[in-house]
């Protein structure tokens, strides 16, 4: 069906009484700055900018008790998990437009064009996150700043655009600062670059709009406008989810991920889904979900509470059994599926068992268990689990790609360093064994920074990048794991540019030796900073690898100190 269009005024105006949704499977806004500026380039310069893709239900379809969820535009990313429009008017005016919901229209939900009328509701409502300027002479865009804000060529996007008042201000400011004649042709320039800004509200934008009835040709029509997005069957699964069960990804996948970022997992909304899937079939592939689709509301549920309790048990289980915090050195958080279904189980592990799980998790995190063949090895993990003997039937599916009790190579720790997945053992194993602390606050040590967490440790370079390439080495090893301690304070700034033998003296034999710092000074030095490596990752590999024998044998990896 084609529709007139509708002027970017009139399209703020309907986002603002929350008649223009998004339904449940959109992603959420992902536009970064340089797009944004070319978006606002286009509109003022008329140039095409593609068309916005409407889907109105059927009332039969809006009047059902399966009527589509919906959440507003607008919000900025974190808003938008869990804003639904069939939530409370008192919430819906919190989370979205400025009024709550009008019911005087059908609702419209956006298929293609979310990215579009977010960025322009933002910028028209003075979001915070949204403010742009422009040049009065110049005819440039640029985010605003402290500076732009005080030179008055440099017009606020946002106040020419959200008010009718907005270039009467901007156009008495420009007279006023700069000392301008109304008939000055550099202010009569001005001045017609400004009302062109404005015609931008007036702008038509081509509208198209379709009217189907069955979700699945809705959420087809969706994947197949987004085919040239990362868009994959993940995504789909969401959709048809959105539809099977009613407010489950606005309400449970949303309050979820919002629990999951403040325990440090920034998950993603696929991945939840995948653990979903993993739980409620057994089986990880998307490819063929008839068996879950056939489920009711309340067996969808029950298997999500399940789902959701065997996170909550993993994350537990890597912050307390793993030591590590948060999930920033996962190489994949796919590694995190198989004990969610275990977990799901309610299986209690023994002490033994909780050893042996942790060598699991560490050896398929390490070497990768999941950088290919994604589906096919989560599949195998997965029956694994639904045996008799779980965690034994889940080692033994590990042994097949990993030899039992893995032994990590001197030559697999060359040019790793953190994201890798052996980094993975060094941060868990580093906190399973207990950081001395070299630099502590009372010696003038500083804390990680904040950006990363009280809880992290911080990672100091041995050798500088400068000190590497006059060695002759690589300076790029400066970030291998080989080249890095782990320290629950950074050096005083008075050791910022020290010599490695000068920060390494400062330690205790005791200290470099729960580094896995070789002892012998003559390496420390400069010159030396290519036999330090590979000396390093020697006694690296060898701690790895006795400490994943000790945790397949369900012993701890270290022995009590003392």
Same mark, same amino acid.
């Given at each position: 069906?084609?529709?007139?269009?509708?002027?970017?005024?009139?399209?703020?105006?309907?986002?603002?009484?929350?008649?223009?949704?998004?339904? /449940?499977?959109?992603r959420?806004?992902?536009?970064?700055?340089?797009?944004?500026?070319k978006?606002?380039?286009?509109?003022?310069?008329?140039?095409?900018?593609?068309?916005?893709?409407?889907?109105?239900?059927?009332?039969?379809?809006?009047?059902?008790?399966?009527? #589509?969820?919906?959440?507003?535009?607008?919000?900025?990313?974190?808003?938008?998990?869990g804003?639904?429009?069939?939530?409370?008017?008192?919430?819906?005016?919190?989370?979205?437009g400025?009024?709550?919901p009008?019911?005087?229209?059908?609702?419209?939900f956006?298929?293609?064009?979310?990215?579009?009328?977010? =960025?322009l509701?933002?910028?028209?409502?003075?979001?915070?996150?949204?403010?742009?300027? @422009?040049?009065a002479?110049?005819?440039?865009?640029? +985010?605003?700043?402290? &500076?732009?804000?005080?030179?008055?060529?440099?017009?606020?996007?946002? /106040?020419?655009?959200?008010s009718?008042?907005?270039?009467?201000?901007?156009l008495?400011?420009?007279?006023?600062?700069?000392?301008?004649?109304?008939?000055? &042709?550099?202010?009569?320039r001005?001045?017609?670059?400004?009302?062109?800004?404005?015609?931008?509200?007036?702008?038509?934008? #081509?509208?198209?709009?379709?009217?189907?009835?069955?979700?699945?040709?809705?959420?087809?029509?969706?994947?197949?406008?987004n085919?040239?997005?990362?868009?994959?069957?993940?995504?789909?699964?969401?959709?048809?989810?959105?539809w099977?069960?009613p407010?489950? %990804?606005?309400?449970?996948?949303?309050?979820a991920?919002?629990? @999951?970022?403040?325990?440090?997992?920034?998950?993603?909304? #696929? @991945?939840?889904?995948?653990?979903?899937?993993?739980?409620?079939?057994?089986?990880?592939?998307?490819?063929?979900?008839?068996?879950?689709?056939?489920?009711?509301?309340?067996?969808? $549920?029950?298997?999500?509470?399940?789902t959701?309790?065997?996170?909550r048990?993993?994350?537990?289980f890597?912050?307390?059994?793993?030591?590590?915090?948060?999930?920033?050195d996962?190489?994949? &958080?796919?590694?995190?599926?198989?004990?969610?279904?275990?977990?799901?189980?309610?299986?209690r592990?023994?002490?033994?068992?909780?050893?042996?799980?942790?060598?699991?998790?560490?050896?398929?995190?390490?070497?990768?268990?999941?950088?290919?063949?994604?589906?096919?090895r989560?599949?195998?993990?997965?029956?694994a689990?639904y =045996?008799?003997?779980?965690?034994?039937?889940?080692?033994?599916?590990?042994?097949?790609? =990993?030899p039992?009790?893995?032994?990590?190579?001197? +030559?697999?720790?060359?040019?790793?360093?953190?994201?890798?997945?052996?980094?993975?053992?060094?941060?868990?194993?580093?906190? *399973?064994?207990?950081?001395?602390?070299?630099?502590?606050?009372?010696?003038?040590?500083?804390? !990680?920074?904040?950006?990363?967490?009280?809880?992290? %440790?911080?990672?100091?370079?041995?050798?500088?990048?400068?000190?590497?390439?006059?060695?002759?080495?690589?300076?790029?090893?400066?970030?291998?794991?080989?080249? *890095?301690?782990? %320290?629950?304070?950074?050096?005083?700034?008075?050791?910022?540019q020290?010599? !490695?033998?000068?920060?390494?003296?400062?330690? +205790?034999?005791?200290?470099?030796?729960?580094?896995?710092? #070789?002892?012998?000074? @003559? *390496?420390?030095?400069?010159?030396?900073?290519?036999?330090?490596?590979?000396a390093?990752?020697? %006694?690296?590999?060898?701690?790895?690898?006795?400490?994943?024998? $000790?945790?397949?044998?369900g012993?701890a990896?270290?022995?009590?100190?003392?």
């Amino acid at each position: 069906m084609v529709h007139p269009g509708l002027r970017v005024g009139d399209l703020v105006e309907l986002i603002d009484h929350q008649e223009v949704l998004l339904p /449940d499977f959109q992603r959420g806004y992902v536009w970064r700055r340089p797009q944004v500026l070319k978006f606002l380039d286009s509109l003022y310069r008329g140039y095409p900018i593609g068309q916005v893709l409407l889907w109105i239900p059927p009332q039969s379809v809006t009047d059902g008790d399966s009527a #589509p969820q919906g959440r507003a535009l607008g919000t900025s990313p974190s808003q938008q998990a869990g804003a639904s429009i069939f939530a409370s008017a008192e919430r819906a005016e919190k989370i979205g437009g400025s009024r709550a919901p009008s019911r005087a229209a059908p609702p419209q939900f956006v298929l293609d064009g979310q990215q579009r009328l977010t =960025t322009l509701y933002r910028i028209l409502r003075g979001d915070e996150g949204a403010k742009v300027r @422009f040049h009065a002479g110049d005819e440039m865009f640029m +985010t605003e700043t402290a &500076a732009s804000g005080k030179d008055p060529l440099w017009v606020s996007v946002g /106040d020419i655009l959200g008010s009718e008042r907005g270039l009467s201000k901007a156009l008495a400011r420009l007279q006023k600062e700069l000392k301008l004649a109304p008939d000055d &042709a550099v202010f009569e320039r001005f001045q017609a670059n400004l009302q062109r800004m404005a015609l931008v509200r007036e702008r038509v934008l #081509p509208v198209d709009v379709v009217r189907l009835a069955d979700p699945e040709q809705v959420a087809e029509l969706f994947v197949r406008i987004n085919s040239g997005t990362p868009l994959r069957r993940a995504e789909l699964a969401l959709a048809q989810l959105a539809w099977r069960w009613p407010g489950a %990804l606005v309400v449970r996948l949303g309050d979820a991920l919002e629990e @999951f970022v403040e325990a440090g997992f920034d998950f993603s909304a #696929p @991945f939840l889904m995948r653990s979903f899937v993993s739980v409620a079939t057994g089986q990880a592939s998307f490819s063929n979900l008839e068996s879950l689709w056939k489920l009711n509301d309340i067996t969808l $549920s029950k298997n999500w509470d399940k789902t959701h309790n065997g996170l909550r048990s993993t994350i537990a289980f890597i912050q307390e059994v793993a030591r590590l915090p948060t999930g920033d050195d996962l190489p994949s &958080a796919n590694v995190l599926i198989p004990m969610t279904a275990l977990f799901a189980k309610n299986l209690r592990l023994d002490a033994p068992q909780t050893q042996q799980l942790l060598y699991w998790f560490l050896v398929a995190g390490a070497f990768g268990r999941y950088g290919t063949n994604v589906e096919p090895r989560l599949g195998e993990d997965l029956r694994a689990i639904y =045996t008799e003997t779980p965690l034994k039937s889940l080692l033994d599916s590990l042994a097949s790609s =990993t030899p039992a009790p893995a032994v990590v190579p001197a +030559t697999e720790l060359e040019g790793r360093g953190v994201g890798s997945g052996v980094y993975l053992l060094m941060a868990s194993l580093m906190r *399973l064994k207990g950081v001395q602390d070299w630099f502590p606050a009372s010696v003038g040590g500083r804390p !990680p920074s904040p950006a990363r967490g009280e809880r992290d %440790l911080v990672l100091q370079p041995i050798f500088s990048r400068k000190q590497l390439q006059e060695s002759g080495a690589d300076p790029e090893l400066a970030e291998e794991m080989a080249n *890095l301690l782990l %320290l629950p304070h950074r050096p005083p700034s008075k050791y910022a540019q020290a010599k !490695p033998e000068e920060i390494l003296a400062r330690a +205790t034999p005791a200290q470099i030796k729960d580094q896995w710092v #070789p002892e012998s000074k @003559f *390496l420390w030095m400069a010159p030396r900073a290519a036999e330090f490596l590979t000396a390093r990752r020697v %006694l690296l590999a060898k701690a790895f690898s006795v400490a994943l024998e $000790s945790l397949h044998s369900g012993n701890a990896p270290f022995p009590p100190q003392g």
